[in-house]
């Protein structure tokens, strides 16, 4: 099963919206980490988490952290139709795992100008 | 600097050939990772090197899948005998280091596309 579930699977927003993605995992971790992908290859890192962190910034991005519901969200605030993209969320269990991430499957951001 | 890649960026094959993918890390990154990406899935954690350690095997799905590297540089993957369901995009990720309570961000290469007629 997935350690990390993206939801909603697909988002369709107007350029200048905020866009609000979720992630849920199962097992404990020591961070959370978000990525984007452009046209299915190269991934590109967003922002990290850490486990005792709740919020974390970075420009237009807000990530949030509920370890006691096992959840994350991904906010982008003021989006543009570059921001169209698919958004990862990984989980790192740490510990003897550390370093080996846990994707979920993804939602996909479509930005109309 | 240069980021990580990938050689090739494409490879079709006939089911039952081998194939060997390759990874140039970021110079300097002790870790090295390869993920394999399904359509519209995400990654799945395949094998993962730091250093002079043994690799973590974890992830690899059949014993036809195999990985080696040289150092802390490039890293090939191979897939003996391919099968229709070997078909995916191969991810390789590089970070500086892997250490207890250090979080290292991966630097993903634009991956190889793998069809397997």
Redesign the interface.
């Known amino acids: 099963s997935?350690q990390?579930e993206e939801d909603p699977q697909a988002l369709s927003i107007q350029e200048g919206e905020n866009a609000t993605m979720n992630c849920s995992y199962k097992t404990s971790i020591n961070?959370l980490?978000w990525?984007r992908q452009n046209s299915?290859?190269?991934?590109?890192?967003l922002i990290?988490i850490?486990s005792n962190e709740r919020e974390k910034h970075s420009g237009r991005l807000r990530v949030t952290l509920d370890t006691s519901k096992k959840s994350s969200s991904l906010l982008i605030t003021a989006s543009r139709a570059a921001d169209t993209a698919s958004y990862?969320c990984?989980t790192d269990a740490g510990g003897t795992s550390?370093?080996?991430?846990?994707?979920?499957?993804?939602t996909i951001l479509t930005v109309h100008p | 600097g240069a980021g990580?890649s990938q050689s090739p960026s494409n490879k079709v094959t006939e089911k039952g050939k081998d194939v060997e993918l390759r990874c140039d890390p970021i110079s300097g990154h002790t870790?090295l990772?390869w993920?394999r990406?399904r359509?519209?899935?995400?990654?799945?954690?395949l094998i993962?090197f730091?250093g002079n350690s043994a690799p973590?095997k974890?992830?690899l799905p059949s014993d036809r899948f195999s990985a080696e590297r040289t150092g802390e540089s490039v890293s090939t993957l191979t897939i003996q005998r391919t099968q229709q369901e070997d078909s995916a995009?191969y991810?390789c990720?590089s970070?500086l280091r892997?250490r207890?309570g250090g979080?290292?961000?991966?630097?993903?290469?634009?991956?190889t596309r793998l069809t397997v007629l």
């Not at chain 1, 299915?40 to 890192?45: A, F």
């Not at chain 1, 550390?98 to 993804?106: A, D, P, R, V």
């Not at chain 2, 979080?103 to 991956?111: A, I, K, S, T, V």
């Open positions: 997935q990390g961070n980490q990525y299915g290859r190269g991934l590109v890192h990290l850490r990862f990984a550390y370093g080996k991430l846990t994707f979920g499957q993804g | 990580v870790a990772y993920y990406q359509l519209g899935q995400g990654l799945e954690f993962y730091q973590d974890s992830g995009v991810l990720a970070s892997r207890r979080l290292d961000e991966q630097f993903f290469g634009p991956g």
